[in-house]
């Protein structure tokens, strides 16, 4: 079993729609969890990040953290288009060199 | 503006060559960090400086070499010895210690063995 589990989709849905996107993960000591968006083509860029549990709100994302079911999802409201990207979760935990550990990343497709 | 150049952004290896790509930051990060990214895999971390002379290996580290003389650059050599070299690789910083808060990433260098 790898250490964080993400769907790699697609996930397809239309313009305007709420997008949720989830991780689960096996490491209980993980603390600091993050979500990246990549584009095509480029490197990805931090969208959010949280510590231990909890919801984290910006804008039209929403970060939630349930350490008790090791499980974090990120919501889109209001989804766009240009929201289409892969996005990659990842967490580390206290101590040492914090250096995270990526999922897979979910391939968003948002179609007008 | 702040931020991390990679080049190449493509580049086209024979087999048997080394090759030798480039991260430059202006951010200030103390540390610096490479990935590889394959379809389907992730990211995955190859070698990583907290400090200046100074390096890790990563979870897949053999077949690369790296230097750290400088803050500001961290480059990535992919040598003979590594059998699948073809990816997409990322270079990072973060401030020593912060990794937890989230890289920043450049734009990346796709290498293709020809």
């Known amino acids: 079993q790898k250490e964080v589990e993400q769907d790699p989709g697609p996930l397809s849905v239309p313009e305007g729609a709420i997008v949720s996107l989830n991780c689960t993960y096996s490491?209980?000591?993980?603390?600091?969890f993050m979500w990246y968006r990549q584009y095509s083509r480029k490197g990805p860029e931090l969208l959010m990040y949280?510590?231990?549990?909890g919801n984290k709100e910006d804008g039209r994302f929403t970060a939630q953290v349930d350490k008790s079911s090791k499980y974090i999802s990120l919501f889109i409201r209001d989804s766009q288009p240009s929201d289409s990207a892969t996005y990659l979760c990842a967490m580390s935990a206290s101590g040492g060199s914090y250096i995270p550990t990526f999922g897979r990343g979910t391939s968003l497709i948002v179609h007008p | 503006d702040g931020g991390i150049t990679q080049s190449p952004k493509y580049l086209f290896r024979k087999e048997g060559q080394n090759v030798t790509l480039s991260c430059e930051q202006n951010l200030n990060h103390d540390a610096m960090y490479w990935y590889r990214q394959d379809p389907g895999q992730g990211l995955r971390l190859i070698y990583y400086?907290?400090?200046?002379?100074?390096?890790q290996k990563g979870d897949i580290a053999e077949g690369y070499s790296v230097s750290r003389e400088k803050k500001e650059s961290f480059p990535l050599t992919v040598t003979s010895a590594q059998k699948n070299p073809t990816a997409f690789y990322l270079c990072a910083s973060s401030m020593k210690g912060l990794a937890n808060y989230g890289y920043t990433f450049g734009s990346g260098t796709r290498l293709t063995v020809v």
């Open positions: 400086s907290q400090i200046v002379n100074d390096f």
């Open positions: 490491n209980s000591a993980f603390q600091y």
């Open positions: 949280t510590y231990s549990s």
